[in-house]
């Protein structure tokens, strides 16, 4: 679906969209196929779980579930708000992404 998404694990977001709106969290995960993002503490659900062998312990526990990447940005603590991601091609090949707004290398 999304085929150059910025973001990766370990980036700090804000949610832009949704129930969850200005909450920040940090990747965990990254689903590029489906454009998906799995943030800590965003989008939690409670999960009802059955014990699949005996002696296990059944009960309800909350999980983290994925989240459109679409519906968060990139967070700068220069700039301290959801920002977009450009990247600049150096001169020995490698890429670096930046803030669009202050131009901070991340």
């Known amino acids: 679906m999304i085929s150059k998404l910025k973001l990766k694990k370990g980036d ?6 949704g129930s ?3 909450k920040k969290g ?11 993002v799995l943030v800590k503490g965003i989008n939690v659900r409670t999960m009802h779980v059955k014990a699949k062998k005996q002696g296990q312990e059944s009960g309800i526990i909350k999980r983290e579930c994925p989240i459109n990447a679409s519906k968060v940005s990139f967070y700068c603590d220069k700039c301290e708000k959801g920002v977009r991601l450009g990247i600049k091609v150096l001169e020995d090949g490698t890429k670096q992404r930046f803030c669009k707004k202050c131009e901070e290398v991340k």
């Open 12 to 17: 700090t977001v804000i949610v832009n969209t």
């Open 26 to 36: 940090e990747i965990i995960k990254v689903d590029r196929k489906n454009g998906k």
């Open 20 to 22: 969850e709106k200005g």
